[in-house]
């Protein structure tokens, strides 16, 4: 955990307590049709599975709240004990008061404050919801979001800073309609330990200018996300750059990394990359461990890469297959350092400095073998006749010895 990390109020989601020193949170959300009980129950799972620690689900209508106990009651038969946060727009009070099923089924509300009621409407439906949620022990999240920015808020900041630049009457307006909700919770007699705020925007400079003014001016646990962040890798650099400035910075308590999938391939539900870049990212920023870290170099003219790159693909195929089993039955191999270097340049010392790693012979080099090392010290060439292989034993043999 940062030394940094921004002092916030405990919530008790489900069985995830979120705020605090306690760790950040990864969470992800489902994009079945939340009525398609078996579908929802499967993606659910896997995110789960994953290491999703909360999962978010739409209720969209009055068959999605029918549903949600179904879901429930599925996962407990399944085994899975995730806490499940309801997600609502324009019809949260109608639908957590007809169906209270569906609320004693959820962990977590999260509500817009955009889209809550307009004009008259917005405050006694708000209010509404907060009773409903609150006699029920549940935690709320305010989530604002620019694509659903409450008018009324803009329109007021707007006649009063008429010339200010719209970026600013925007960014200014996700802050007040933000911290304006949470201020009419509180007053209701929602407690502040059951409260979760967050303000979205797609814009990573804006991003961070929201969250430091809410860190500043709140001690409310923050839930971060980039939304709209798109698909592909400038999805993930732009969530990654947003979210690392902000968890370097001790701000952020949960995260989601807003991914539009790939397209499914291999059986796999593409889904579940928003959850390994949530894990990476909190692994890169040093807050938590989730799959041993491998690193390797880039090669260069040196470097062999007919021999280079297969062994890197190799061993990071072999850790993220493995990972999962070693987390269960090794813990503490999640902090694990493995290194595969291409030459003798900076090869032999990088690999020494990792717990376990190889350097690679390279061009020129006057070793015809790979050497390992670990825990600083050389254990001579790998002699075999498959030098990967022999290299994956080495590994498993050290985290089997290291961590039993």
């Known amino acids: 955990m940062a030394e940094n990390k921004r002092h916030s109020i405990d919530v008790l989601i489900g069985n995830v307590i979120i705020g605090g020193r306690n760790p950040i949170r990864v969470q992800s959300m489902t994009d079945t049709i939340t009525s398609d009980v078996e579908a929802t129950v499967r993606q659910i799972v896997a995110l789960h599975r994953e290491g999703s620690e909360m999962v978010r689900l739409s209720v969209l209508d009055a068959s999605d709240a029918v549903a949600v106990p179904q879901i429930r009651d599925r996962l407990i038969t399944e085994g899975c004990c995730v806490p499940l946060v309801g997600d609502f727009h324009f019809n949260a009070h109608t639908l957590l008061e007809k169906h209270p099923a569906c609320v004693r089924a959820l962990d977590k509300v999260r509500i817009n404050p955009g889209n809550v009621g307009f004009g008259d409407s917005h405050d006694t439906n708000f209010a509404r919801i907060i009773e409903i949620v609150g006699s029920h022990d549940k935690a709320i999240r305010i989530g604002a979001n620019w694509g659903s920015l409450d008018d009324n808020v803009r329109s007021r900041l707007l006649a009063e800073h008429p010339d200010w630049p719209m970026e600013s009457i925007l960014e200014q307006a996700m802050i007040r309609s933000t911290l304006e909700s949470a201020a009419f919770a509180i007053k209701m007699g929602f407690p502040a330990n059951r409260l979760v705020l967050s303000a979205k925007v797609s814009h990573v400079p804006a991003l961070l200018s929201i969250y430091r003014e809410l860190a500043k001016q709140t001690d409310f646990a923050l839930h971060l996300g980039l939304t709209e962040a798109g698909t592909g890798e400038p999805a993930v650099i732009a969530s990654t750059a947003a979210m690392s400035v902000l968890l370097q910075e001790g701000i952020g308590d949960t995260l989601r990394v807003s991914l539009t999938p790939a397209l499914e391939a291999d059986g796999e539900d593409p889904r579940l990359q928003?959850?390994?870049?949530?894990?990476?990212?909190?692994?890169s920023n040093g807050l938590r461990n989730f799959v041993p870290t491998v690193r390797s170099c880039p090669g260069c003219g040196r470097t062999n890469r007919?021999?280079?790159?297969?062994?890197?693909?190799?061993?990071?195929?072999?850790?993220?297959?493995?990972?999962?089993?070693?987390?269960?039955?090794?813990?503490?191999?999640?902090?694990?350092?493995?290194?595969?270097?291409?030459?003798?340049?900076?090869?032999?010392?990088?690999?020494?400095?990792?717990?376990?790693?190889?350097?690679?012979?390279?061009?020129?080099?006057?070793?015809?073998?790979?050497?390992?090392?670990?825990?600083?010290?050389?254990?001579?060439?790998?002699?075999?006749?498959?030098?990967?292989?022999?290299?994956?034993?080495a590994i498993e043999d050290y985290i089997e010895s290291r961590f039993s």
């Open 274 to 283: 928003e959850v390994r870049v949530c894990q990476q990212i909190l692994q």
């Open 306 to 393: 007919d021999i280079h790159r297969p062994m890197v693909h190799l061993v990071h195929t072999f850790v993220a297959r493995q990972a999962r089993e070693w987390r269960t039955r090794f813990p503490g191999s999640e902090s694990l350092v493995i290194a595969v270097m291409g030459c003798v340049v900076n090869g032999l010392r990088e690999a020494k400095q990792a717990d376990i790693g190889i350097s690679l012979p390279g061009r020129g080099s006057h070793e015809d073998v790979p050497m390992l090392f670990s825990d600083g010290e050389s254990r001579g060439g790998l002699n075999g006749e498959d030098s990967g292989q022999c290299f994956l034993k």
